[in-house]
């Protein structure tokens, strides 16, 4: 267990500057974000030296790869690390005067709390990438602070960047973060293997994209349980029987798309006979 000391900060009127740290996409679109509003980057810190380079380049600031030689003086410290490093790194840091919050899905918010003094989560909920940056508006961003002044800090630092600031516990964010997988990874998994399917048969996915779009159109214009379509839905069991029959060469999506189904009849059959 890491154990160290603490220094209390000094609390400020607004955040006018901050230490990203770490090279990844959350890094690389949230510093893009916090450009764009004012806030200067201090410093870009990480442990590859091009990476590092690069992202510091990008926000013309100071690059770092020594945890310890962190500026101790800034208002804040973005710790965009995977949730296995967070306290890794805090435990190489400096005593710093600012805020210094994680942005994981799933990490308790007290996990800092053994490094610092004052500490919180700043969680914009959003799949981020660098070939694509989505706009920073858009995205809801949920902000943790047991210090009332910091949550403060904290949430007008997210209403710059973000129309929808929500302050959470722990367990809400989690439950959002689970959420969050089945919405975006495990749509994605689907779309991999509809395009397993196809691939066989020489065709492409692009003639499913239409379909894509529209069924995330339609999920946010009604609610999912009334836009749920399918052969499942309509209890169209013929349909089933031939898919299933279809996907005699692809036993692990056969089993994915029977358990699909029987959650979609289980579901829709109980709400038919209610």
Known sequence: MYFRAKIVGVHISKIRNVILIGTGRVSWNLGNSLKDKGIIILEVAGRSFEKVNQLS???????????????????LYILAVSDDAIEEVASQMPFVKGILVHTSGMKDSVVLTKFFTRTGVFYPLQTFSFERQ????????????????????????????SSTVVTINDEQRQRLHLAAVFVNNFTNALYLMADQILVKDDLSIDYLKPLMIETAMKAMNVSPEQAQTGPARRNDQGTIAQHLELLTAFPELQEIYKNFSAYILTKYNRKLHE
């Open 57 to 75: 380049k990008k926000f013309q600031s100071k690059a770092v790869t020594d945890f310890q030689q962190i500026n101790p003086n800034a208002d």
């Open 134 to 161: 989505p706009e920073f508006n858009s995205i809801p961003v949920f902000v943790q602070s047991s210090d009332e002044g910091d949550l403060t800090l904290l949430r007008d630092l997210a209403e710059k960047l």
